[in-house]
DNA sequence: TTATCAGTTGAGCAATCATTCAACTATAAT
DNA sequence: ATTATAGTTGAATGATTGCTCAACTGATAA
């Protein structure tokens, strides 16, 4: 994900445009985290996993009997949801239940099937 | 991105919640989509692409300096980005001037900012 | 204690992806 | 016509990523 600062290949057209956009724009970092969100959403297992767990909590069984996946590979995932802080999880027993860590999952979601029905 | 369809590797633990999350699911086919369309945000450059369109429409050259990259690696982005139906271009003289296709992509924008202050 | 089952983890592999580079098109200026 | 500039494109490359496999932890049941 790191990115060097190289040279761009051209000379300013609209230095007043760019400038201007240049103004209002948000750190780098800003955009790193964005970019992080967004790549959680960017997976179509990930994506069903996030959509299960917004209807109700699932242990790991559970989700990969769901989507026909090992449970390996759900853990995987799992932890990359964990680690994006998007999900939260919970032992009790020989199981791990899974749900989503806040509501604003489900926001983001509604946006994008919105835009993309 | 095609998946296969595998076997998983254990016993139904919940078959209810199973089954009643599977009832409301949607298709394969719209997670794809949702993910295709995150998979545009899921990027440091597409999602500075996307925040400097969401201000004022620019041409390659300028978001390239904006950005400091080459107008080759920018092109390629918006390739994507057009590809995927998030920015419209208009060619004019020499230089190609790219804007939002909508306002939606700004909505999309606005619930990720939410989230990651 | 031993066996079993839920879940995690790390290495390895194949696929995907972002950028570079060089060659190209098209428009404008001389 | 020639040259210069804006932008696109395809191949090549290095990095990232999703899944598999096998080995592991830890809790329950025997």
Chains 1, 2 share one sequence.
Request: one cysteine or more; hydrophobic letters at 40%; glycine letters at 2%.
């Amino acid at each position: 994900m790191q990115r060097k600062t190289p040279l761009c290949d051209c000379e300013v057209i609209h230095e007043e445009v760019v400038k201007r956009v240049r103004k209002n724009m948000p750190k780098e970092a800003e955009f790193c985290k964005l970019a992080d969100l967004y790549k959680m959403f960017a997976d179509t297992t990930r994506v069903r996993i996030l959509w299960a767990l917004s209807s109700e909590e699932m242990c790991v069984c559970d989700i990969a009997v769901l989507l026909g996946m090992t449970k390996s590979a759900i853990s995987h995932q799992l932890r990359s949801l964990r680690f994006a802080n998007l999900v939260k999880y919970d032992k009790r027993g020989k199981e791990v239940y899974y749900s989503l860590a806040d509501n604003r999952v489900k926001e983001i979601f509604k946006k994008g099937f919105e835009h993309v029905r």
